[in-house]
């Protein structure tokens, strides 16, 4: 998810759009850090059981939604309005 929120970043980059490109790599950083920091954490749990499907998929769904919208987070509360 990191990697797919980075690509944008790219073409912030390439259109000069600088308050988008620094939202849309804070949120690859922090996507990317989370993910790291949860696989280093559970890498040696014990395979889940079957019962647990369900709430694994809804966190997994989630996340993603919560990480997805990241960027857009980070770019409105970014703004400096001039008055």
Known sequence: MGL?????TIVSIIYSEWYSAVGFLLAALVTS????AIQRLFYCAEEPQYNHALVIA???W????MMGGL???IIEHGK???V
């Open 4 to 8: 797919i929120v980075g690509i944008p």
């Open 33 to 36: 850090g989370a993910g790291y």
């Open 80 to 82: 400096i309005d001039k």
């Open 58 to 60: 809804a966190s997994g």
């Open 62 to 65: 989630l996340a993603i939604t």
């Open 71 to 73: 960027p857009f987070f």
